[in-house]
């Protein structure tokens, strides 16, 4: 990968997500990367896409997949919900915690071997959860599966930066971030199918085999990896301690630990404190999980539209209308109601998850790789957290819950639209 600096340390995607300016769109220095790329035919740049993104919906979705096996899983350990619910933190957490390596990773080896490599042992590691024997054992598997899962997404956005044609890179991006969002409600959907049909170890099974597959079928898409850089995690920890002395950066970190804290947490609850009418009742679950996936698949299609508002101004309007969804939602019975509110809810999250990545690169300066890297570890960690929301509050009913998730994100919102505001009076001064 040609370049170097810590302009490229670490996680590539900030350099080439933010590759324009969050006001004007109009074209802005990026730094670390290459400035173009090969020529690739469409059909080549479909099938990139196409399979980094699927592969991208296998290794996130694995967060999610415990969520509806946590009764299943309890019932064989012989413990409670709210004990299995940290396989769900345990995974998120080491997730998390693995960004900050990967990155430093797959600027040293390449891209295409990073995620190979990632896949392959994830896959291997994803096997041997079913194995274990009590839920110690578990949470321990889980936390190493998290740890080797991380290397694919910041390695998939190093990929995307230095192998995909300019003109083309935002597109696959915003496909990819939008397959690990999607990644929530299929990961939860066929979990919960398997594991009604064969069993909750089917689930890993089934999980490990399709991650092998992915590992070989990227080896087969993608492009082989060029010459490698020399950043190592020492530069990219070096980068990382500066970023967090800028204020807005740190509020904007804020706003990104309650996306995923609010949106895991409401799908926890549904599980752990699901609405009373839609207790006991499988199908209807599995049919709620699956109504928020247009949602996800839309926000992608609208990208242009949405890249005329300001990303703070964005991140703003979209958590706040996420939140006062959710507070909507915990007034309602049916589930058809609490369907079409989870549908606008999660395409809040959607457009904001971007939005936050648009508004931390434009305001790091050179090190917008590194900033970004920070960016999923605050993200991932708040997935963790969601979980535990959930099930500490759990004994409240689902309401609690989504009053909670959606208290949650209005803060985020607030924080956001504060930013907004400083932001449009130092432009006035």
Not at 204 to 231: E, I, N
Not at 263 to 279: E, M, N, R, T, W
Not at 317 to 335: D, E, I, P, Q, R
Not at 412 to 425: F, I, N, P, T, Y
């Amino acid at each position: 990968m040609a370049g170097s600096g810590l302009g490229k340390a670490h996680f590539h995607l900030g350099n080439q997500l933010v590759g324009h300016n969050s006001e004007s769109m109009a074209p802005i220095k990026t730094e670390g990367v290459t400035s173009g790329a090969p020529p690739a035919t469409r059909m080549s740049f479909v099938m990139t896409v196409a399979a980094l993104s699927l592969a991208g919906m296998m290794v996130v979705g694995q967060l999610y997949t415990v969520i509806p096996l946590f009764a299943l899983m309890a019932a064989d350990w012989g413990s409670g919900s709210s004990a299995v619910a940290w396989t769900a933190t345990a995974f998120a957490t080491a997730y998390a915690v693995g960004f900050l390596f990967a990155g430093p990773a797959a600027d040293r080896f390449g891209p295409r071997r990073t995620i190979v490599a990632g896949l392959t042992v994830t896959a291997m590691v994803t096997a041997l959860v079913p194995l274990a024997s009590s839920l110690g054992a578990a949470l321990v598997l889980r936390a190493v599966q998290g740890l080797v899962a991380a290397a694919f997404a910041p390695s998939a956005f190093a990929y995307i930066a230095s192998r995909v044609d300019p003109n083309r890179r935002v597109t696959a991006i915003t496909w990819l971030t939008s397959s690990f969002l999607a990644a929530a409600v299929l990961g939860q959907f066929a979990a919960q199918a398997i594991g009604q049909a064969a069993g909750w170890e089917t689930v890993f099974f089934v999980s490990g085999v399709a991650l092998a597959l992915g590992a070989v079928g990227l080896w087969l898409v993608l492009r082989a990896d060029g010459a490698v850089g020399k950043t190592t995690v020492a530069d990219a920890f070096a980068a990382m301690a500066g970023l967090l002395g800028n204020g807005r950066l740190l509020l904007l970190y804020g706003v990104t630990l309650t996306v995923l804290t609010g949106f895991v947490g409401v799908y926890s609850g549904l599980q752990v404190a699901g609405p009373p009418s839609l207790a006991g009742d499988a199908g209807a679950l599995l049919a709620l999980r699956a109504s928020a996936l247009p949602a996800m698949l839309a926000i992608p299609l609208l990208t242009p539209w949405l890249a005329r508002i300001g990303p703070e101004r964005r991140v703003a309007l979209s958590l706040g209308a996420a939140a006062l969804l959710l507070l909507v939602c915990a007034f309602l019975t049916g589930g058809v109601a609490i369907g079409a509110c989870l549908f606008v809810f999660v395409a809040g999250i959607a457009v904001a998850a971007p939005g936050l990545v648009q508004a931390i690169g434009a305001r790091a300066g050179a090190a917008r790789g590194s900033a970004v890297a920070l960016y999923t570890f605050f993200l991932f960690v708040g997935a963790g957290l969601g979980p535990q929301l959930a099930t500490l509050i759990a004994g409240f009913g689902f309401p609690a819950v989504s009053v909670a998730a959606a208290a949650i994100l209005a803060v985020g919102a607030l924080l956001a639209l504060g930013l907004m505001v400083r932001s449009k009076d130092a432009r006035q001064l």
